[in-house]
């Protein structure tokens, strides 16, 4: 194990042009086993700044802080989401698979995307032997934006006038700009959730991603 940690600080050290003491060195390498080679080297790659073991331990901390963050936010809005569009699909429909039914052979004539047609397929399945409750508290963020994505413009708009009274409509009142949203939160999500490394999203040439973020700590 260390042999190859030590291979993975060596590369560190000559990719990033890092100052390490030798005491330095063992404290880099316990970083190393527990972040990962690949976390380490995409902080450096968008920290140029930082040469030292103490620099990069402050922005972890940072970076910490900020994934934390993220976290609360996500859960407040998946949370919201699944409330608000459950409410409102009731609202709208009396049944929602006598909705999707028709849909779904719509998407089949027109070609959809297979990946969408199968998720509304399984929702639609589900729905035998649930209760539109217990489907909606099931489904991904993934399934509840190719659902949202299938309803009426009417359904849509709603949901999202009440997503912006508790502040969770990815500041827009656009339905298509929300949902180019709703796909930038997944990947920022789904990148969080997995601990996967984040600072491309966090970097101000990644303005898209960036705002994103921001909208997503704003929640907190």
Same mark, same amino acid.
């Given at each position: ?37 690949? #976390?380490?080297?995409?902080? @450096? ?5 930082? /040469?030292?073991?103490?620099? =990069?331990?402050?922005? *972890? %901390? ?79 963020? #993934?399934?509840?934006?190719? @659902? ?5 413009? /009417?359904?849509?708009?709603? =949901?999202?006038?009440? *997503? %912006? ?56």
């Amino acid at each position: 194990m260390k042999s190859i940690l030590n291979k993975q600080l060596n590369l560190l050290i000559q990719e990033h042009y890092l100052i390490i003491e030798e005491e330095g060195k063992e404290e880099l390498l316990k970083i190393l086993l527990e972040y990962g080679y690949y #976390s380490i080297s995409q902080l @450096l790659t968008y920290h140029p700044e930082i /040469e030292t073991v103490s620099q =990069i331990k402050d922005q *972890l %901390s940072q970076l910490n802080y900020i994934m934390t963050q993220l976290i609360q936010g996500i859960i407040q809005f998946e949370s919201h989401l699944k409330s608000i569009m459950t409410n409102v699909i009731m609202i709208h429909y009396d049944s929602l698979q006598n909705y999707l039914t028709p849909k779904i052979k719509n998407y089949k004539k027109q070609n959809k995307k297979k990946s969408e047609i199968n998720i509304l397929i399984s929702i639609n399945s589900r729905l035998n032997n649930q209760s539109l409750y217990e489907v909606m508290n099931q489904l991904t963020l #993934s399934e509840l934006f190719v @659902l949202y994505k299938s309803l009426d413009v /009417e359904v849509q708009n709603g =949901i999202l006038h009440i *997503l %912006s009274i508790f502040n969770c409509h990815l500041d827009t009142s656009n339905i298509d700009t929300f949902m180019i949203r709703f796909k930038q939160f997944i990947t920022i999500r789904n990148r969080v959730m997995h601990n996967n490394s984040i600072e491309d999203l966090l970097s101000y040439k990644n303005f898209q991603y960036n705002k994103i973020i921001q909208i997503i700590l704003s929640f907190i």
